[in-house]
Nanobody
Framework: QVQLVESGGGLVQAGGSLRLSCAAS????????MGWYRQAPGKQRDVVAS???????NYADSVKGRFTIARDNVKNTVYLQMNSLKPEDTAVYYC????????????WGQGTQVTVSS
């Protein structure tokens, strides 16, 4: 069973930066992709950024140029560097992992709160 442990959330002023980390563990598995989603109060969970096993990245339009996703394949860890944070970035951020082996499955972290004050 794959487990995802997130860290790095917190409170920051607008214009500041935070770095989120998500480490995957739990037996032998292969990763198709990893990514970050966020959910603000009263809103649906939306994708923020994703990175494939080959290193290809995708970003939500709202974070392009400000957020960077990176992946350490040896440590099975994905990072989200968030710069120039805005109050509208305030949300619970969730790590997501899609595995290929031993089965195709989508795993979620427990979520980490990011709060950006104006």
């Amino acid at each position: 069973q794959v487990q995802l442990v997130e860290s790095g959330g917190g409170l920051v002023q607008a214009g500041g930066s935070l770095r989120l980390s998500c480490a995957a563990s739990g037996g032998f598995f292969t990763i198709n992709s990893m990514g970050w989603y966020r959910q603000a109060p009263g809103k649906q969970r939306d994708v923020v950024a994703s990175i494939s096993s080959g290193g290809g990245t995708n970003y939500a339009d709202s974070v392009k140029g400000r957020f960077t996703i990176a992946r350490d394949n040896v440590k099975n860890t994905v990072y989200l560097q968030m710069n120039s944070l805005k109050p509208e970035d305030t949300a619970v951020y969730y790590c997501n992992l899609i595995s290929d082996f031993p089965r195709k499955y989508s795993y979620w972290g427990q979520g980490t709160q990011v709060t950006v004050s104006s």
